[in-house]
């Protein structure tokens, strides 16, 4: 039988709203917290109650799971997402790394408060767009309001194979350019040897092996001594510090695996090879590439559009794969050198057109062109001939040679 009854705080006064039990659908006695009215909470677990024994009893189908859950507080729903993340929401069912488990939690945190989410079924595609444009008009990083979107669409996806949601609120939703606005750039071959040139020996080696192996900053921090095989040559990477969650084996050159394990010396095997600092990358990369007169900055005119582009760690991921294009090698060698998760990312984010290269291919364009129309031109008898050779008479001979044949024809010759 459902009652109702208070409840006293740690300070032994009761709490303003009543409380009830009743009996749910599996006989188990289940707790809940009602209104400030004492009638209308034990007129609700009155109605509660009956609907179980209904269930219990056969006269009434149970609910679907969804029913049940789509009123769970947001908070318990962000915390076993959160959980099954860190457990196995990465790539081949891995888990994720801390990281990126962090930036998960700072965009629901976000969305959350943003559109004062009490359960998912607050989620609302327009209010969601227009949060979107608000952050986009004040001067927010399309990237980093474009990975608020993903994680959000994440957690919708994963609710509703957990029945938390019947249905995706933002489907529908619209397609918003979400790319970097101050890209990435490419360090030219001058710029790579002046950074070379004016850093310390250990530090040099930090960006030898960046370029030589396409190594993020965070994956070369992670790199132990026990990762070097100066045998393959190669680095090994575990699956749990990589971006894609698979391991990979980097081959590397003799040189470099040499100079590499000249780092082992007198440490163990869980040491770090690089040992590059977690806080202080960035600003010791910028501080070198101001000492090597580097422009960390630049602005390049497309069309009436400007775009920044950096000079940052991750430019040194880009001169390898930019490369291992000037090369020559096929597109899925570099796809799988670059640990690229297809060829097309490749070409689109990673593949730089050099100026002079495309000055040089605009010419040999046009001069293939130019021979083609001179081969044509001293063809063009010889064409004439083969196509209408049974219409028409093309006479070789001068008008005085063809005289003299037809005044020799007369005489009988």
Not at 323 to 338: P, V, Y
Request: net charge positive.
């Amino acid at each position: 039988m459902a009652h109702t009854f208070r409840k006293k705080d740690r300070k032994g006064k009761f709490y303003p709203v009543w409380f009830y039990s009743y009996v749910d659908a599996t006989g188990k006695r289940i707790q809940r917290k009602g209104w400030p009215s004492e009638a209308k909470t034990k007129k609700h677990s009155d109605s509660v109650e009956a609907d179980a024994r209904a269930i219990r009893t056969g006269e009434k189908e149970a609910p679907s799971a969804w029913s049940v859950k789509r009123n769970t507080p947001i908070e318990s729903v962000v915390a076993e997402y959160l959980g099954w993340g860190k457990l196995q929401g990465g790539r081949l069912h891995r888990g994720w790394d801390d990281q990126h488990g962090k930036l998960v939690k700072a965009s629901i945190e976000w969305w959350k408060n943003r559109l004062a989410l009490v359960t998912l079924s607050d989620i609302n595609l327009e209010r969601v767009e227009t949060e979107i444009r608000v952050e986009l008009l004040a001067g927010a990083a399309p990237k980093t309001i474009g990975l608020k979107a993903q994680n959000l669409k994440a957690l919708i996806a994963w609710a509703m194979k957990h029945d938390y949601l019947l249905n995706s609120p933002l489907r529908g939703m619209s397609r918003l350019d979400f790319k970097a606005r101050d890209p990435h750039r490419k360090l030219t071959d001058a710029e790579v040897a002046a950074l070379l040139a004016v850093v310390p020996p250990h530090r040099r080696l930090w960006y030898e092996t960046g370029m030589q192996t396409g190594f993020r900053v965070n994956e070369l921090r992670l790199m132990r001594i026990r990762d070097l095989d100066v045998f393959g040559p190669c680095l090994y990477q575990p699956p749990e510090f990589s971006k894609d969650r698979k391991e990979h084996r980097q081959p590397i050159t003799r040189k470099l695996a040499d100079q590499l394990a000249a780092l082992r010396e007198g440490k163990g095997s869980d040491f770090p090879l690089l040992d590059i600092p977690t806080s202080k990358a960035w600003k010791i990369f910028k501080r070198d590439c101001e000492s090597a007169k580097i422009a960390l900055e630049v602005k390049e005119q497309i069309g009436e559009k400007t775009i920044t582009r950096k000079a940052t760690w991750h430019s040194l991921r880009k001169v390898y794969i930019s490369n291992l294009f000037a090369s020559g090698l096929d597109l899925k060698t570099i796809q799988t050198l670059g640990r690229l998760s297809s060829t097309e990312l490749a070409v689109e984010v990673y593949a730089v057109s050099d100026p002079a290269s495309l000055r040089a291919g605009a010419e040999a364009a046009s001069n293939r062109m130019n021979d083609a129309v001179k081969s044509a031109a001293c063809c063009a008898g010889v064409a004439q001939k083969a196509v209408g050779a049974e219409g028409v008479l093309v006479n070789a001979f001068s008008p005085n040679e063809l005289q003299l044949k037809s005044v020799i024809g007369a005489t009988g010759d």
